[in-house]
């Protein structure tokens, strides 16, 4: 059916309802910056985050490549979807009734919208079935089997609603369709039932079977996962993807670990439902579980929503197949790992146990030492690398200072670089103290090598060099980190003005610069003095904060901005803010001059004061960015200013 015009009020619950932060983090890995998220933008071939969330204005911004909008216009753009689509699909989400406004047209939407919430009903239902299946005489091998060689107590199968699907090829489709009275195809649809492959009629998907429900993120059974417990093949059985039920975008457990993922700051991820169920039982409640071993990166950005510190425990299992598990597992978040977007830790149990095997022996504090002591992933990445080479033989050497090499290059941070450069040399030296700083030379010159390849002869000088023509922009920016650098008694003014307006650097040598710098403020031997140490390291840069270089020199009109501070950042920040509402002001503009022709008043009216409110304030910020002589004369006396100065530039 063609999607049908919405009402009013319908759009406006959903836009109260839904929140930004939440529909861009099913997509993009944000990391809380101040007031706002940042992230790597979906919209282009990202390398830095350059994409901004803001939850206080509700809005997103690529400093890059301009996108920006609203969280409707993210999922229009993202997934090519129509407004209407959009919005519909986030007052399903977010269980908001839907009204519109053609009469005839409520019927058949109410009919597609009701098809899941029967979807629901019906697995709710099988659930309980289920349930009671388990506590009768058919179900009581599984019972014992609960809770003897499981060791599960009582309450813990209640709280996973575990239960038995009875033998028979239509046990439960009699008591579906036939008792129940649900339509044979829904039942079908909800993955319950399968046709038979001759003749007429169906049969039950699960047939003696320990049966796990499976919930999404609001404990509503979307499908279910069923243990063998005789010699039938395959041992789980999971179902099929349905309306509801999309294996690769749930993780089991979800909805119990939410809390505790938030509270612990650190997700576990293990390989079994009987894991998760057991890892709970102990305390542990901060566990879940791919459907299958495949770990990808949809559902890593699902725990990231909840953990601050973005950390993520693998616990698989340490025979081969776990190690392959975990491999793959990492293989489809390496670009997020070695970014820096998720703090990945590897948990291999000894003596090869999985979790809930362990925990029949061991306490949940054994449990949760292990946790503690388990690797960063590239530490356990390098032990991967020297497993199985003795690297006393010149092959095996040579072998694993290639694969520790092209390791280590991927490394985007330049400290965390450098202290796996020491630590591999170390492992190299065998002990012996004399060889490390010429093991870690070589392995740094190699890195560097396959980091930065030949340049046809060019030097990293000419990355150091000035810009010949600045746009008011930069000189905005680079104007702000002259002071920053040169004038500390202005840094908390420079610091209070970008926060105060929400703003951050465009351009990616500033924010490569302004990062830095954060950092370097952050360690307590730092003192006032950051062109000393800047001008120490920032020659081992080859990225965006090697162009930052001639922000070093205090030059006479850096001297003037710093004598006129307070003005300069006033204007500087002003411009910075101005071509924000510049962007948004043309980007409305077009959402108003291209907006299809069924598009609704309230969504034109929207627009069309956005544009009015854009025009509005980038006017004032206009008038911001000029200095009067009235100006001038309010500041204080100019020898004050002499004392801001950097001594040591």
């Given at each position: 059916?063609?999607?049908?015009?919405?009402?009013?009020?319908?759009?406006?619950?959903?836009?109260?309802?839904?929140?930004?932060v939440d529909i861009v983090s099913q997509h993009v890995v944000l990391k809380k910056q101040g007031k706002d998220f940042v992230g790597l933008c979906p919209f282009h071939d990202d390398k830095s985050p350059s994409f901004s969330v803001s939850p206080g204005k509700q809005f997103y911004y690529c400093f890059s490549c301009g996108a920006g909008g609203n969280g409707f216009?993210?999922?229009?753009?993202?997934?090519?979807?129509?407004?209407?689509?959009?919005?519909?699909?986030?007052?399903?989400?977010?269980?908001?009734?839907?009204?519109?406004?053609?009469?005839?047209?409520?019927?058949?939407?109410?009919?597609?919208?009701?098809?899941?919430?029967?979807?629901?009903?019906?697995?709710?239902?099988?659930?309980?079935?289920?349930?009671?299946?388990?506590?009768?005489?058919?179900?009581?091998?599984?019972?014992?089997?609960?809770?003897?060689?499981?060791?599960?107590?009582?309450?813990?199968?209640?709280?996973?609603?575990?239960?038995?699907?009875?033998?028979?090829?239509?046990?439960?489709?009699?008591?579906?369709?036939?008792?129940?009275?649900?339509?044979?195809?829904?039942?079908?649809?909800?993955?319950?039932?399968?046709?038979?492959?001759?003749?007429?009629?169906?049969?039950?998907?699960?047939?003696?079977?320990?049966?796990?429900?499976?919930?999404?993120?609001?404990?509503?059974?979307?499908?279910?996962?069923?243990?063998?417990?005789?010699?039938?093949?395959?041992?789980?059985?999971?179902?099929?993807?349905?309306?509801?039920?999309?294996?690769?975008?749930?993780?089991?457990?979800?909805?119990?670990?939410?809390?505790?993922?938030?509270?612990?700051?650190?997700?576990?991820?293990?390989?079994?439902?009987?894991d998760v169920i057991a890892l709970h039982a102990a305390g542990i409640s901060n566990t879940v579980a791919a459907l299958g071993t495949a770990l990808n990166a949809a559902q890593v950005r699902q725990l990231l929503r909840y953990s601050d510190s973005k950390q993520i425990i693998l616990n698989f299992d340490a025979d081969a197949a776990g190690t392959r598990a975990a491999?793959?597992?990492?293989?489809?978040?390496?670009?997020?790992?070695?970014?820096?977007?998720?703090?990945?830790?590897?948990?291999?149990?000894?003596?090869?146990?999985?979790?809930?095997?362990?925990?029949?022996?061991?306490?949940?504090?054994?449990?949760?030492?292990?946790?503690?002591?388990?690797?960063?992933?590239?530490?356990?990445?390098?032990?991967?690398?020297?497993?199985?080479?003795?690297?006393?033989?010149?092959?095996?050497?040579?072998?694993?200072?290639?694969?520790?090499?092209?390791?280590?290059?991927?490394?985007?941070?330049?400290?965390?670089?450098?202290?796996?450069?020491?630590?591999?040399?170390?492992?190299?030296?065998?002990?012996?103290?004399?060889?490390?700083?010429?093991?870690?030379?070589?392995?740094?010159?190699?890195?560097?090598?396959?980091?930065?390849?030949?340049?046809?002869?060019?030097?990293?000088?000419?990355?150091?060099?000035?810009?010949?023509?600045?746009?008011?922009?930069?000189?905005?920016?680079?104007?702000?980190?002259?002071?920053?650098?040169?004038?500390?008694?202005?840094?908390?003014?420079?610091?209070?003005?970008?926060?105060?307006?929400?703003?951050?650097?465009?351009?990616?040598?500033?924010?490569?610069?302004?990062?830095?710098?954060?950092?370097?403020?952050?360690?307590?031997?730092?003192?006032?003095?950051?062109?000393?140490?800047?001008?120490?390291?920032?020659?081992?840069?080859?990225?965006?904060?090697?162009?930052?270089?001639?922000?070093?020199?205090?030059?006479?009109?850096?001297?003037?901005?710093?004598?006129?501070?307070?003005?300069?950042?006033?204007?500087?920040?002003?411009?910075?803010?101005?071509?924000?509402?510049?962007?948004?002001?043309?980007?409305?503009?077009?959402?108003?001059?291209?907006?299809?022709?069924?598009?609704?008043?309230?969504?034109?009216?929207?627009?069309?004061?956005?544009i009015y409110a854009e025009k509005r304030r980038i006017q004032h910020l206009e008038q911001e960015r000029q200095v009067s002589f009235a100006d001038l004369a309010q500041l204080p006396w100019v020898g004050e200013f002499y004392n801001a100065l950097e001594p040591s530039s």
């Amino acid at each position: 059916m063609t999607t049908p015009r919405l009402h009013p009020d319908t759009i406006e619950a959903v836009r109260e309802r839904a929140d930004i932060v939440d529909i861009v983090s099913q997509h993009v890995v944000l990391k809380k910056q101040g007031k706002d998220f940042v992230g790597l933008c979906p919209f282009h071939d990202d390398k830095s985050p350059s994409f901004s969330v803001s939850p206080g204005k509700q809005f997103y911004y690529c400093f890059s490549c301009g996108a920006g909008g609203n969280g409707f216009k993210f999922l229009m753009e993202l997934n090519k979807r129509s407004f209407a689509d959009v919005v519909l699909e986030l007052a399903q989400r977010y269980q908001v009734p839907v009204k519109t406004l053609e009469p005839a047209q409520r019927q058949q939407l109410q009919r597609q919208l009701s098809l899941r919430q029967q979807l629901f009903e019906i697995l709710a239902v099988t659930a309980k079935f289920y349930e009671h299946a388990l506590r009768q005489s058919d179900g009581a091998e599984a019972l014992a089997y609960l809770r003897q060689q499981r060791q599960l107590r009582e309450e813990t199968i209640q709280q996973f609603q575990l239960g038995f699907a009875p033998g028979g090829w239509q046990t439960l489709y009699g008591y579906l369709v036939e008792q129940k009275r649900y339509p044979v195809e829904l039942v079908e649809k909800a993955g319950l039932i399968v046709p038979r492959a001759k003749g007429s009629g169906y049969y039950d998907r699960f047939r003696e079977r320990l049966m796990i429900p499976i919930r999404d993120a609001q404990s509503r059974v979307i499908g279910f996962g069923g243990r063998a417990m005789g010699a039938a093949q395959p041992k789980y059985l999971n179902s099929p993807d349905t309306e509801l039920f999309d294996k690769g975008k749930t993780l089991y457990g979800l909805d119990l670990a939410r809390a505790a993922i938030a509270k612990a700051d650190q997700a576990i991820v293990v390989e079994g439902y009987f894991d998760v169920i057991a890892l709970h039982a102990a305390g542990i409640s901060n566990t879940v579980a791919a459907l299958g071993t495949a770990l990808n990166a949809a559902q890593v950005r699902q725990l990231l929503r909840y953990s601050d510190s973005k950390q993520i425990i693998l616990n698989f299992d340490a025979d081969a197949a776990g190690t392959r598990a975990a491999e793959r597992a990492i293989g489809e978040v390496t670009d997020m790992a070695y970014r820096g977007d998720v703090q990945l830790r590897i948990l291999t149990i000894p003596e090869g146990k999985d979790p809930d095997d362990y925990l029949k022996h061991y306490s949940a504090e054994d449990y949760r030492a292990l946790l503690e002591a388990s690797p960063l992933w590239l530490d356990w990445q390098i032990q991967q690398s020297l497993e199985g080479r003795d690297l006393r033989q010149a092959d095996h050497f040579q072998q694993a200072t290639q694969a520790i090499v092209a390791l280590l290059s991927q490394i985007a941070n330049a400290d965390t670089r450098t202290h796996y450069i020491r630590h591999c040399a170390e492992i190299f030296s065998h002990g012996d103290s004399r060889l490390v700083p010429l093991l870690a030379e070589n392995l740094l010159a190699q890195v560097r090598r396959q980091r930065r390849p030949s340049r046809d002869g060019q030097g990293q000088d000419a990355m150091a060099q000035q810009p010949r023509a600045l746009s008011a922009l930069e000189q905005a920016e680079a104007a702000l980190l002259r002071i920053f650098l040169h004038a500390p008694a202005f840094r908390t003014t420079v610091t209070a003005a970008l926060d105060d307006r929400d703003l951050q650097f465009s351009f990616s040598h500033h924010r490569a610069l302004w990062h830095y710098l954060q950092s370097l403020l952050d360690e307590p031997a730092t003192g006032e003095d950051l062109i000393t140490p800047l001008r120490d390291r920032i020659a081992e840069f080859s990225g965006p904060l090697s162009q930052t270089q001639y922000l070093l020199h205090l030059d006479e009109k850096t001297q003037r901005d710093i004598l006129r501070a307070p003005l300069v950042i006033r204007a500087a920040t002003a411009c910075m803010e101005k071509n924000l509402c510049e962007k948004r002001y043309r980007h409305f503009l077009a959402l108003w001059s291209n907006a299809a022709p069924h598009a609704s008043r309230e969504e034109l009216a929207h627009y069309q004061q956005q544009i009015y409110a854009e025009k509005r304030r980038i006017q004032h910020l206009e008038q911001e960015r000029q200095v009067s002589f009235a100006d001038l004369a309010q500041l204080p006396w100019v020898g004050e200013f002499y004392n801001a100065l950097e001594p040591s530039s």
